[in-house]
């Protein structure tokens, strides 16, 4: 009989071929995704060719997709993703996204079925734990693990402890995932959940709908975390269903599974936060900082850049227009997305209120394009960090919020809720 298991122990266990597994173990698993970027796979290339295989273990079972500086910045940019684009025809990797298919990475693999519930996923790009959303294990790692994955399908893994976040309760209105997430960083701080799985649940997790919970596992690293996992319901089931690639396996914790700490969260102590530079867990309710004038707000990003973070930010948006001392960036967040904008008549909102609307990139989240900020400038934004200089000059401040937040603020020329526009 195994020993009573939490979700993160479950998946581990069952990639490494072992009945049970426990926090602090070493084992060695078998992936079912190995993923990587324009930044980060150049790198992981190199090494690989190092290590001699000559081909990858499984070209279905790695991703390539530029869009950290796609479509290409200038030439450095424009060499890196050649080096990505070559190495996908040379080995024949089925999920190469080129320009025109590209997305930013963790909203376009679950939109097109590449990653499923019980999968254990490894990533070039820390945000790789938004997949937990969907009842996977993903987790970032360096390019150098990544490499070996290529080439051999294996990772070595220390078994994470696991934190339960049980969140009860009605949500108000206004309040989302974003906000939910915010408190629990500010709530346990950058490094409260080091090395550890996050396991979120309760009753507010579980009216949430997969943007959302892709929007809290998205942040899971911003504390620390190892992974954030979502348990596998009827709304998992309902967006996984006829979506992905391959057969998914459902996970659930054991009733008696051990968790390193159990949080109770009433859901109606959560307000519209905004994190304060310069990092994730300088958290404040939204209410206490307007006057914060801005000079820039983004809304996107892999945290943010779904078809319903476009409808709240347009929502807030319609029937009026920017600031004239505020630029507004909105990028969707892969083409479908730009379509469905476009189809919603939410692309022609954006156009009316004097935005910009980009196509799908991380550009400005860390600094590389599409919205660099001058020295002394200040931005709020849909994104996951705000560490000094993360997105332009070292003087500038980066504001972190919800769509509606940001949106409204945009408007309003400070920081501000979407109330304060009536």
Known sequence: MARPMTMA??????????????????????????????????????????????????????????????????????????????????????????????GVEHALLPEQGVVGAGDLIIGADSHTCTYGALGAFATGVGSTDAGVGYATGKAWFKVPESILFNIEGELAPGVVGKDVILHIIGMIGVDGALYQAMEFTGSAIKSMSMEERMSISNMAIEAGGKAGLIEVDDITRAYLDGRTERPYTEYHPDADAVYAKVYDIDAADIVPTVSFPHL???????????????????????????????????????????????????????????RQCMEEGLTDVFLDANCVVSTPTCGPCL??????????????????????GRMGDP????????????????????????????
Not at 403 to 415: D, M
């Open 280 to 338: 994730p867990s300088n958290t404040r309710p939204a209410a206490e900082a307007r006057d914060i004038r801005i000079d820039q707000a983004v809304i996107g990003s892999c945290t943010n850049g779904r078809i319903e973070d476009m409808r709240q930010a347009a929502e807030v948006l319609r029937g009026r227009t920017v600031h004239p001392d505020v630029r507004c960036i909105v990028i969707p967040a892969t083409q479908l997305v730009y």
């Open 367 to 388: 600094g590389g394009y599409m919205g660099i900020l001058a020295a002394g400038e200040r931005a709020i934004a849909t994104t996951n960090r705000n560490f000094v």
């Open 9 to 102: 122990e479950k998946i581990l266990a069952a990639h490494a071929g072992l009945e049970e597994v426990e926090p602090g173990q070493l084992i060695e698993c078998d992936l079912d995704l190995v993923l990587s970027n324009d930044v980060t796979a150049p790198i992981a290339i190199k090494e690989f060719e190092k290590i001699g295989t000559g081909t990858v273990f499984d070209p279905t079972k790695i991703a390539l997709v530029p869009d950290h500086y796609v479509p290409n910045k200038d030439i450095k940019s424009a060499e890196q993703a050649k080096i990505v684009r070559d190495f996908a025809k040379k080995q024949g990797i089925a999920h190469y996204y080129e320009v025109g298919c590209m």
């Open 395 to 422: 003087t500038s401040e980066v504001y972190l919020s919800s769509p509606a937040v940001a949106a409204a603020s945009a408007v309003l020329g400070h920081i501000g809720l979407p109330e304060d526009l009536d």
